[in-house]
C-alpha cells in the first residue's frame, strides 16, 4: 500500500472512528437518560420528561465541550502533545552522547525521507523503554522518547524504534491519534466531573428528607466515567493495534534490519520495568500512541502482544529467551552507549565539512509508478543517501539550522546575490524587515552558504524547519516576506530561489496551522486541470532548453495525467512562477488518487529524456513538497 492509499484507508479509518465515538456516546446518553427517568419515574409525566431531556442534554454538553476544549488545545500540533505529559524538548545542537545519537538518527531519516525534521522531546523520568510520535502531520511531528530508551537501546535498536515512530508521522497515523486523543476526552471528563462533584458537593446540600441530590449526581457520573472507560478502551483497541503492526514492519523496510527492532521490544521483556510509564496521568493520554504498551494491564490492550512481535521479526525467536534476559539483566543492565562502543561505534557530536562535488545532470531513470511508491517512505538506499547528504553539511550550517536564533539567517544566507551591489540591497531588507542582528548573522552565514552544493540547500531548511516554525507568527510573515523581497531584489527568480521560497513558505503556513493544513483532499483534476497543466509545462521548461524536447516532454506527462485529452497545446507561461502560485492550493486540495496521478505526470515531465538535472530535482521535490506528498531525494 503506498502513500497515497494509505490516505484513502487512513479516510475509512477516520469515518469508523467517527462512527464508534458517536454509538458511544449514544449509549452513554442511553444510560443517563435511563436513570433519569428510573429516579422520576413516579412524578408527573411532564416532568420526568423534563429531567430526562435535561440530563442527556447535560451529558451532551459535559462530552461536547470536552472535545472540542481538548481539540482546541492540541491545535498547535505534535509539540504541544508532548509538552502535555511532560517532556522537555531536546536542543538539535546538544553535545550529550545520548542526545546526540537520538538527534543523528533523526535527522539522518528526516533527510531521507524528504520530511522536515521534527521535534524531538525526552521524558526524563521515564525509565521504561517507549517513544511516541505526535502532530497533524509533517509539518508540526514531534517524537518523544523515554530516558530508558536513550540508555538501554543501541543505536541500531534507536534507529529501529525512530523507523516506527517516523512510519507513524509518514503514514498519517499521528493525525488520527491526535483526533482521538480529543474525542476521549470528552467521554472521559464525565467522570471528572463526578468526582469534583463528590470533592465538593458530596457532603453537603441535604434535602428535607435527608437525601444529598448532588451524592446522587456524582455517583452517577462516576458510573458514567467508568461508561466512557469501558468505550475508550474499546476504541483505542480497536485503532490502534493493526496500525502497530504496520509501523513494525515499516521499520523493517526503512533499515534493512530486523534485529535493531527486535532488540528493543527483547529489551523491553528483559527489563522489569518494560515499556511501562510511571506517570498513570501521562499513560491514559498517550496509550494508543507508544510503541510499547504504557502499563502492564492486558485490558483492551492497545498493542499485540510482545512476544508475537518478536516472532514476527526474529522466527527464531522462543518466548523463554525472556526469561534468559530478565536474569541477565537483573545482574547486569543494559547500557546502549557502552554497546555501541564495544561495537566500535562512535557518535559525531556533528557533521564535519566535506567537500561538495561539482554539480551536475545525473543520468537517472525514473518510472512515475516507481517513484510515486516512494513517496512518504524509506528504503534502505534513501537512508544510506541521507546519510551522505547529511555527512556532506558543513558544521557551521548544521548547528545554525538546529539553533533559533540562526535558523532564520541561514535560510535568508541562502538566497544571497555573489553580485556586491545586490547583496548589499538584499541585507538592507533582511535590517528592515528582521532586525540588524539577523542581518549580521546573514552576513557572516553567507560565507558558508555560498559554497553550499544547491542539492543541500533542501535538507538545510528541512533541518531548521522545527526552528522557524516556533518563531512568533509575525515573525514567520517577516521570513515569507523577506525571502520573496531578496529573489526579487534582480528582476529575476531562478528556480533554486523559487523552490526554496515554496519550501519554506509551505513549512511555515503547516507550522501555523496543522490541523487544516493537513487534511486530505476531496477534489478532482476537473477542477484542477488549467493549474496541473501549468505546473507540467513549467516542469517540461525547466527540465528542457530545446523547445521540441521540452514539448515532448509535456505531452508525455499530459498522456499520462488526461489519456483520454487530445490537442493540449504546450505553452508555458510568460511569468512560470506567478503562474504556479496561483494554482497550488486547488492541486493540494485534489482527492489522493488524482495526486499521485499528478505526481506519476510530473515525473513523466522531468524524466522523458532520462536525465535528471539539479534545477528539476529541486523543482520537482518542492512542488512535491507542497502538495505534501513528501519525496526522498532522488540523488545525494
Known amino acids: 500500500m503506498n502513500f497515497f492509499e494509505r490516505q484513502r484507508a487512513a479516510r475509512g479509518t477516520t469515518v469508523r472512528l467517527v462512527v464508534l465515538f458517536a454509538l458511544a456516546v449514544l449509549c452513554i446518553v442511553a444510560v443517563v437518560a435511563a436513570v433519569a427517568w428510573y429516579l422520576t419515574r413516579n412524578g408527573p409525566v ?80 521515564e ?50 491519534n491526535v483526533r482521538l486523543l480529543g474525542l476521549l476526552n470528552g467521554i472521559l471528563l464525565l467522570g471528572l466531573v463526578g468526582l469534583r462533584f463528590l470533592q465538593f458537593g458530596g457532603g453537603r446540600s441535604r434535602d428535607s428528607k435527608g437525601g444529598n441530590p448532588m451524592l446522587v ?33 515499516s521499520a523493517v523496510q526503512f533499515t534493512r534490519q530486523t534485529s535493531g527492532l527486535a532488540g528493543a521490544l527483547k529489551k523491553i521483556g528483559g527489563l522489569p520495568v518494560g515499556s511501562a510509564l510511571h506517570d498513570s496521568h501521562s499513560e491514559r493520554q498517550v496509550d494508543h500512541m507508544l510503541f510499547g504498551p504504557g502499563s502492564r494491564s492486558t485490558l483492551y490492550a ?39 562502543a564495544a561495537a566500535g561505534l562512535t557518535e559525531r557530536a556533528g557533521p564535519a565539512p566535506v567537500a561538495n562535488a561539482e554539480v551536475r545532470a545525473s543520468t537517472v531513470r525514473l518510472a512515475p509508478a516507481d517513484v510515486t511508491a516512494r513517496v512518504a517512505t524509506v528504503t534502505p538506499d534513501d537512508l544510506a543517501r541521507g546519510a551522505r547528504l547529511d555527512a556532506r553539511l558543513p558544521a557551521e550550517l548544521r548547528e545554525s539550522a538546529g539553533q533559533p536564533a540562526t535558523a532564520v539567517a541561514l535560510v535568508l544566507a541562502l538566497l544571497l ?44 531548511v528541512g533541518l531548521a524547519a522545527p526552528q522557524l516554525a516556533a518563531r512568533p507568527a509575525a515573525e514567520r510573515d ?56 501549468t505546473l507540467l509545462a513549467v516542469l517540461a521548461a525547466v527540465g528542457h532548453t530545446d523547445p521540441a524536447a521540452a514539448q515532448h516532454a509535456f505531452h508525455a506527462a499530459t498522456t499520462l495525467l488526461l489519456p483520454a485529452a487530445t490537442g493540449i497545446a504546450f505553452a508555458p507561461p510568460a511569468d512560470p512562477w506567478r503562474a504556479l502560485d496561483t494554482g497550488w492550493d486547488v492541486l493540494d486540495a485534489l482527492d489522493p488518487r488524482h495526486k499521485q496521478l499528478l505526481v506519476e505526470a510530473m515525473v513523466a515531465a522531468v524524466a522523458d529524456d532520462g536525465v535528471l538535472r539539479p534545477a528539476e530535482a529541486e523543482l520537482l521535490r518542492a512542488a512535491c513538497a507542497v502538495l505534501h506528498c513528501p519525496l526522498p531525494p532522488l540523488v545525494a
Do not use: C
Not at 447535560?58 to 470536552?66: E, P, Q, S, Y
Not at 553580485?419 to 548589499?424: G, L, N, Y
Not at 529573489?487 to 523552490?499: C, I, K, Q, S
Open 217 to 249: 449526581v456524582a455517583l452517577v457520573l462516576l458510573v458514567l466515567g467508568f461508561v466512557g472507560q469501558f468505550f475508550a478502551g474499546l476504541i483505542k483497541a480497536g485503532v490502534s493495534r493493526q496500525r502497530e503492526w504496520l509501523a513494525d514492519a
Open 46 to 125: 411532564g416532568t420526568t420528561v423534563t429531567w430526562v431531556a435535561v440530563a442527556a442534554a447535560f451529558t451532551l454538553a459535559v462530552i461536547g465541550g470536552g472535545t472540542a476544549s481538548k481539540l482546541v488545545a492540541l491545535r498547535g500540533g505534535g509539540a504541544v502533545v508532548a509538552q502535555s505529559v511532560g517532556a522537555v524538548a531536546v536542543d538539535p545542537t546538544t553535545h550529550d552522547p545520548r542526545l546526540r545519537r537520538l538527534v543523528n538518527v533523526v535527522e539522518e531519516m528526516a533527510i531521507a525521507s524528504g520530511v522536515p525534521a521534527p521535534r524531538l522531546f525526552v521524558l526524563e523520568r
Open 127 to 176: 525509565d521504561g523503554i517507549n517513544a511516541f510520535a505526535a502532530g497533524y502531520g509533517t509539518g508540526d511531528a514531534a517524537i518523544t522518547v523515554t530516558s530508558g530508551a536513550l540508555d538501554r537501546l543501541d543505536r541500531d535498536e534507536l534507529q529501529g524504534v525512530i523507523g516506527h515512530e517516523f512510519s507513524h508521522i509518514l503514514n498519517g497515523d499521528m493525525r488520527l
Open 478 to 533: 517577516a521570513v515569507q516576506a523577506a525571502l520573496r523581497e531578496l529573489a526579487l531584489v534582480d528582476g529575476r527568480v531562478t528556480v533554486f530561489e523559487y523552490a526554496l521560497m515554496r519550501v519554506v513558505g509551505v513549512r511555515l503556513a503547516d507550522a501555523a496551522s496543522p490541523a487544516a493544513r493537513s487534511r486530505p483532499g476531496r477534489t478532482t483534476l476537473r477542477s484542477g486541470t488549467d493549474a496541473a497543466l
Open 417 to 460: 546575490d555573489a553580485r556586491d551591489d545586490v547583496r548589499e540591497v538584499q541585507l538592507r531588507t533582511v535590517d528592515a524587515r528582521l532586525g540588524p542582528s539577523v542581518a549580521a548573522a546573514t552576513v557572516r552565514l553567507s560565507a558558508a552558504t555560498t559554497r553550499l552544493d544547491p542539492l543541500l540547500a533542501l535538507p538545510l
Open 302 to 340: 492497545t498493542h499485540p502482544p510482545l512476544t508475537e512481535r518478536i516472532a514476527a521479526l526474529d522466527p527464531s525467536f522462543r518466548p523463554d529467551e525472556l526469561r534468559e534476559l530478565q536474569e541477565r539483566f537483573a545482574q547486569r543492565p543494559p547500557d546502549g552507549l557502552a554497546e555501541d
